[in-house]
Structure formats: C-alpha cells, structure tokens
C-alpha cells in the first residue's frame, strides 16, 4: 500500500481520514429499511444493530460478504433483508467511493474484498446466516477475501473467527492490535493475515474436512515459483522456472473482481488489456517490452507469462549511481554519471519512439517501470496503462511522474503523459524534487544553486523541467514573498535562515485550527492511526518547536492542547514520541510541571514502560522526559526519577526483545537512543556508569553498521533489510549525533574510526526527497550541527549551514509564511517528525548555537567535488 494513500484522497492539500471526503460518490445504502432503525456511521463504514445494549458477543464468527462494484447495491439489500429479519448486527461501506478504495490496487490487503460484515451472536446463528446468505446470493460473483475461508461452493460469502471489536492492546507506537481469546481462555493477537487464520484451540464447525497445508513448491500449471516480486491487492507477481523448459520467467497474477482503480476497472481486466498490448508490440516492435508467453485463467485468477527481463530497476539504478548519495564522488565521476544519463535517456527515447510509432502510449513512465539490465540495456516493464494513441490515456500514473490534471485538460497532445513522464525521470536523475517542483517551481532555482557542486548539465536540467515554469514566469500572488535569490544564503546565511525561521513559525501559526476535529495543526497520517495530540504527529510537537523557538503560542491552542490531553491519557502510549512523556515535556515547559509530573508518572507505572527500552516509547523516552521536567523546575525528585529509569534499562535482562522490532537500529527504535538518554543521565547525575554503559551499546550499534561501496558507512531499519539509511530517525544521522556527543566527553578509539566515514554517508546528502526531522534533510542538519559544534572544524561547520540553507528550497509559500510537503511528499503537515515544525525546531538549534555567531567574516565555501 502507498503510504498515506488513504488519507492523501480527501484533500488536495492536507492528510485526512478518508471518511472526510467531501464528496464519496453514490451513497450504499439499505433499499429497505425497518421503521424505527437507523444506521450509525463508523468511519468509511455504517453500521446497523450495533452498540453496547445488543448482546452482542466479544467475540467468534465473522461472515463476510463481497460483492462486484456493479452488484453492490443488490448484494446489500440482500444481506440487509436477511439481517434485520434476523435481528443481527452488520455493516457495510457507506458509499462508492469507499468500495473502490478498500478494493483498489494499493490498499490494504488485510481488509482485501469486503464489503459487508455480519456478526453472528453465537456458531448456530453463524451456521444459518451463512446458509441463508449463501442460498440468496447464490449465482454472485465477488472478490476473494483474503483473511477468510469461503462458504461451500459460494462466491461472495466468507467467514472467519476473530474479535468484533471488543477488546485491543495498545502498543508503544500508540497503535492498537485487536485481541482475541484462543481456545485455552487465553487472550492472543487477532491476526488479520492476508491467509485463513485460527487461534489456537479454535476449530471450524463449517467444514467437514480441513485442508491440509501446502508444502513443496509451488507450481502454477508448469511454472514452479521462485521468489515473490511483490505482492498487492491486485494479485502478486513472481519469478518462476517453466518446467518444461527451464527458462526462467515473469509471472503477473490478477485476482478477480479486485484491485481496482477509480475509473472502476480491475486487476483482470487490466491484465488482460496488457496481454493484447504486449502481443500487438512484440509483433510490431519486439524488444520494446518484455515478450508475452502465455496468459490463461487458473482457479479464479488470470495470469499473464512474460519474457523475465534480469537486472534492476530503475529506483535502485539510481540509489548506487547517483553523486547525490556517494561520498567518494570526484569531477571525473560525476561527469561519467551525466553521460550514463544522457545513454540511458536516448535509449529510452528510442524504445518510445518505437513504441509510438507502433500506435501506443506507455502510459506511467515511472522509476519502478524501467528495468536496466546487467548488460545496461534499457527495458520497459509493467504495460497496464499503455493505451492506443486514438484511446484517451490511462488515468493510472505515478505521483510526480504523472501530468497534473491542469496540464491534462489543457494539452491535447496524445503523448502528454510520456513526454511529461520522461521529463519527470530526467528530473530523478538530477534529484528527487518532483513534488515540490509541481507545487512551487521558482524552488528550481534554489535546486539548482544546492548541485552546484554536481553542476547539472543545462541540457538535462532544460529537460528535467520542461513542464514546470521558471521563476521569471510565475504570477505575482498578492500577500506572499518570491523564493530567495540563489546567491543570497551564499552571501548571508544566518540572516536568510533566520528569516526563513520566521517564515516557517507564521506558516505554522496561519494554519492552527482549534476548533477542527482531526487536527489542531495539518498531521501526517501517523497521527489518524495514534492519537492527534502527540509530540511526534500531533499538536505537543507544534507546541514545543514554536515555544523553543520564541514564538508565542495561541491560548486557544494551548487550551486545546491542555484539554485533548486530558481527554486521551488514559488512551495514550507512555513514550516520548506518540504518548505521555513526550506530552509531559512540552506542558512542563508551557509552566505546567504539576501536570507534566503526574503524566510522567503514570509513564513510569505504564505496562508498555516495563516491556519496551526504545528512546521512541519506552523507557529511555519516559527517563528523557523526567530529565526535561528536572531541567525545568531542578527539583531533585524528578533526577531520581530518571535515574531510577537509567537502572532499570542496565538491569534489563532481555535487551534485544525490548527494542524495535526485528533488532531494530537506530535513534529512535535501537541502541543509539538508549545511550543518548544514558550520556545525558550522566552529565546532570556526575555518574560515568551510565555513559559507560551507554558506549557498550554504541559499540554494538557500531556492530550493525556496515560499510558502503563509496567508503562510508550506513545502518539498516533492522535485521531483515540491507538498505543503507543516512536519516535521523533511522540511519545514519541518528548514529552520528549521539556518538558526536561521546566522542566529545569520552573518546573512545572505535567510535572516533567509525564517526567519519558515518558522517561521510550524510554530509553529500542535501536533495533528498523530504525536508523533515526524521527521514529528510531537517534530520540530517541537526545531526550535522551536532558534529560541526563538537568537532569545531571548518569543514564541519560549511556541511551544517549548506545542508541547513538546503532547506530553503523545500519551503513552499503560503501567505506570509511557508509549509513543507510532509510524510511521502504528498501533501502538507506541520508536524515535529516531517513537517514544518521540525524544520522550526532544526533552525533554532543552529541558529543559536555558536556555528552562525562565530567566525561570521569566515563566508562558508561550498563543498568541492569529492
């Protein structure tokens, strides 16, 4: 699933929860209902018959029902009828919209196919309901729903054993994880697995033999799979072996009556349309993209055999190729890289003048949909949008790859979306910039002067943005100051970053709303799945980056603020990042330390506290917010507090259980934010046991780090993934702020050999795709500001104020002031974790610490090549 699709379709400018769209489409609803009743709305869903005084059962058989888009309407009268007849609770998604959503291409596949959900009071009402709707919806056709197990021979009618929404768990990341009790009484994790799933001591009553599990290969007709490529709503894709030839091959799967799209086509019907394209290309231009072998329909799903075409995509070209991301780049290998460029776009030319000339459009030139070979060959795969040029194009199209729907009204030219598609990749050559380029293109300029040490040629820069006006061009918009000048934060850094601070704060403020619902600051779509209140997601973060920053905060908000808090504690995770501690700190600081104390407290005595040692939300993160809350008041109890928390972490027994997931690394989930709160426990309690213990779990982060082929070094997200990370929040950039700090009071030989080819990773990292704190270049200034004023040396202080000035081009104006496309780039936020208010807190830190105050006749040269 993309991330924050769902809450990028109710708005064009911010992150909601789908349920807000201002308009869903045709309304689904009963054509018949019994007078006196009325349904209830739960989100994108409405619900009949539920409540707290329907008897209703914690627990058991749930029947689903799925239904075509066509027959949707028919199917819920019918499932309706049936229900009220039966007095039973169900609910069923409220309006088209919805539908094509939980059954489009990117969604979920834990919700995969449902339409309608019943709950049955106990398993003989489960038992007649099933027949009953069986019987009637006998001759439908519907989705499979991937959690369930269909009943008999029905095709719309599935079932399941699982909560009805009774009973959750909170985890530390401020999710819930509904539970469920098993056979024993005991109570275990509901697992919604895109497979059928029971707990343990439960047996189905609904059918007479259970099927026994699959083992040995799997085999599709004569193909034997080898690796699952990706797998998604539509269906999976795959390499597999043809037994009958040994070739390796491609494999595409649709699944029937899913996967749609919101012109209301599904999986099947795309794939089927790729199988004609591809057979007419082959004929007309082979070798323009991959070979059709075979397409046929296997149980329900239909699945297309093509030529499997080796090598890499285009996305993971560019991640080891580009200057952007390689610290041992030279003039000479920067060179090299433009003229690959220039190879790899004439090729690419080429394949699509032939494939035009052959009557088609591609549709979705994208990163994921070209394939380099080992032999450095360009291919293009993936033909579900290629269209007739006679036919109106696909509306499928890849965010930053596709044409604004403006552009499309306004241009006729048949080959718009890959004209503007190859602009787009000419623009991933130079740097991830698509989204803001769309939304403010005179930043171009700002682009620009940040790779002038990588100089892009002016003929892939002319192409790179083709599509987007240039700063000369752009209306005047009455209330709002043109971007800066490309020599300006050269010339005057601290007074174009302290300009832009002021920027940031009124864009901040001008979208406070204390009365909206969802939010009081626009919030990523994390804050819809934890809490809106929060310091990483939520209005705390805000809060604190306004008020360290020296803006007032609005008594309403503060309010606001004050009064969620009160309303969600006993609902809050006890962390610093999404639960109490992190609360606890900024109301502390707003001059409300009775209130921080008694939330810290309740952190303390949390559960989660006791099982969890993350600095994210656990234990490191609640002794973090007592350390903040003594910082304020210097009242010695709230110290001990936080010691006790330091003993607690060294006594622990199991530490890796009590980490991130899957041994996670980094600040926020590994052992690098366990030893920042340990280094800081030892500076205000003068005892070096917490920071010695602190540089034992430095040494074994250190450990987990491994070396890039450029010569740096980077760390993973954790134990079951390879990819280098130079973020804040997980990477690099994390690792290098806290081991700067015990570098600086308790040198340590390993440490001192590991910090700069850490830092190496992170300091040619200035156009990366988002500006925030924790995956963006916001995270990559504080860690380089950290180094730069520990370190003291020139080359460390121009790194910090470069990347900081990189910011600029990230800000998108708005009024008086400027906001930040925030997580996925996809729409704005305020948030601390990546929106403007980390941004904020970024520029505060370097603007009054002694990097901009120092030295100021010393005017910061850029960085040379390599």
């Known amino acids: 699933m993309l991330e924050g699709f769902a809450e990028a379709l109710a708005d064009r400018d ?8 201002a308009d869903p489409g045709p309304p689904l609803t009963p054509g018949e209902v019994p007078p006196g009743l009325r349904g209830t709305s739960r989100g994108i869903w409405t619900l009949w018959g539920g409540g707290p005084h329907t008897g209703l059962p914690e627990q058991g058989w749930k029947i689903h029902v799925s239904a075509r888009l066509d027959r949707a309407q028919h199917v819920l009268d019918t499932v309706a009828g049936i229900c009220f007849s039966e007095g039973v609770p169900f609910k069923h998604l409220s309006a088209r919209l919805f539908f094509l959503f939980l059954h489009h291409k990117h969604a979920p596949r834990s919700q995969a196919g449902k339409f309608c959900a019943v709950y049955p009071p106990d398993t003989e009402a489960a038992r007649r309901l099933l027949e009953r709707l069986r019987e009637a919806l006998d001759g439908e056709e519907g989705p499979y729903v991937l959690t369930d197990r269909r009943y008999r021979d029905s095709r719309t009618v599935h079932y399941r054993y699982g909560s009805f929404g009774a009973r959750s768990a909170l985890r530390a990341d401020g999710t819930r994880e509904a539970l469920v009790r098993d056979g024993s009484g005991r109570e275990v994790a509901d697992l919604r697995l895109p497979a059928f799933h029971l707990p343990a001591g439960i047996e189905d009553p609904f059918v007479e033999k259970e099927e026994e599990p699959h083992t040995g290969p799997i085999l599709i007709r004569a193909y034997e799979v080898s690796r699952a490529v990706r797998l998604g709503n539509s269906g999976g894709t795959y390499e597999a072996r043809d037994r009958r030839t040994g070739r390796t091959v491609f494999l595409k799967e649709a699944r029937a009556h899913n996967g749609l799209v919101f012109d209301g086509t599904d999986a099947q019907r795309r794939l089927r349309h790729e199988d004609r394209v591809l057979r007419a290309l082959h004929a007309a231009a082979p070798g323009v993209g991959p070979e059709p072998l075979e397409h046929f329909t296997e149980w329900e799903h239909d699945f297309l055999v093509t030529e499997h075409i080796a090598g890499q995509p285009l996305v993971s070209w560019l991640s080891r190729n580009s200057p952007l991301a390689r610290a041992d780049r030279t003039g000479d290998s920067v060179a090299a890289y433009y003229a690959e460029c220039r190879r790899l776009l004439a090729a690419l030319d080429a394949s699509l003048e032939r494939l035009h000339a052959a009557g088609f459009r591609f549709g979705d030139l994208s990163l994921g949909n070209v394939m380099i070979t080992p032999s450095g060959e360009v291919r293009l795969v993936d033909f579900e ?12 199209g890849t965010p930053g790859f596709a044409p604004p729907p403006g552009l499309l009204r306004a241009d006729t030219d048949p080959l718009l979306p890959d004209r503007y598609g190859m602009s787009a990749v000419t623009m991933a050559f130079l740097a991830p910039f698509h989204e803001v380029a769309e939304r403010a293109p005179a930043n171009l300029a700002l682009l620009r002067r940040d790779l002038a040490d990588v ?5 892939l820069w002319q192409r790179a943005t083709a599509y987007h006006p240039t700063a000369g061009n752009l209306p005047e918009q009455a209330g709002q100051d043109r971007p800066a000048s490309p020599a300006e934060p050269g010339t005057d850094p601290r007074g174009r970053l302290a300009r832009l601070a002021g920027e940031v704060a009124a864009g901040l403020l001008a979208s406070a709303d204390a009365a909206r619902p969802e939010w009081a600051f626009p919030a990523p779509p994390e804050a819809f799945r934890t809490n809106n209140v929060c310091l990483a997601y939520g209005t705390a973060g805000v809060v604190h980056a306004l008020h360290r920053a020296g803006h007032p905060v609005p008594g309403e908000i503060r309010a606001r603020l004050r009064r969620d808090t009160l309303a969600q504690r006993d609902a809050l995770p006890p962390g610093l990042l999404v639960g109490t501690a992190g609360i606890a700190r900024v109301l502390a600081a707003l001059g409300l330390p009775d209130e921080a104390a008694e939330l810290l407290r309740a952190a303390d005595d949390h559960p989660l506290t006791a099982s969890c040692a993350t600095l994210a939300g656990g234990r490191a993160g609640v002794g973090l917010g007592w350390l903040a809350l003594y910082r304020t008041t210097r009242e010695g109890r709230h110290l001990e507090r936080a010691a006790a928390a330091g003993d607690r972490l060294l006594r622990t027994p199991d530490l890796p259980t009590a980490l991130g997931a899957h041994d996670a690394r980094g600040l926020l989930h ?25 540089l034992v779990l430095l040494h074994q982060e250190l450990e987990r780090t491994f070396p890039v082929d450029d010569g740096s070094l980077s760390l993973s997200d954790d134990a079951r993934l390879t990819r280098a990370m130079p973020y804040l929040a997980t990477g690099a950039a994390g690792v290098v702020a806290v081991l700067t700090r015990y570098a600086a009071t308790a040198p340590d030989e390993r440490c001192a050999a590991a910090l700069p080819r850490l830092v190496a990773g992170i300091r040619v990292s200035r156009a990366v795709k988002e500006a925030g704190l924790y995956r963006g270049l916001a995270g990559l200034t504080w860690a380089l500001t950290e180094h730069a004023e520990r370190t003291g040396t020139d080359d460390a202080r121009r790194d910090a104020v470069r990347a900081a000035t990189g910011l600029l081009k990230y800000a998108v104006p708005h009024g008086r002031g400027v906001r930040f496309l925030g997580a996925g780039a996809q729409r704005f936020t305020a948030d601390l974790s990546g929106g403007g208010a980390g941004v904020l807190l970024v520029l505060h830190r370097l603007l009054s610490g002694p990097l901009l105050t120092e030295r100021q006749h010393a005017r910061p040269r850029m960085p040379s090549v390599g």
Not at 14 to 21: C, T
Not at 671 to 694: C, I, K, M, S
């Open 14 to 21: 911010h992150y909601l929860p789908l349920s807000a769209v």
């Open 455 to 459: 100089a892009p040629p002016h003929d």
């Open 385 to 396: 949008t290629a269209s007739a040029l006679t036919e109106p194009p696909s509306g499928i």
């Open 670 to 694: 590994g052992r690098t934010g366990l030893a920042l709160f340990l280094d800081r426990l030892a500076g205000e309690t003068g005892e070096p046991r917490y920071r010695e213990a602190g």
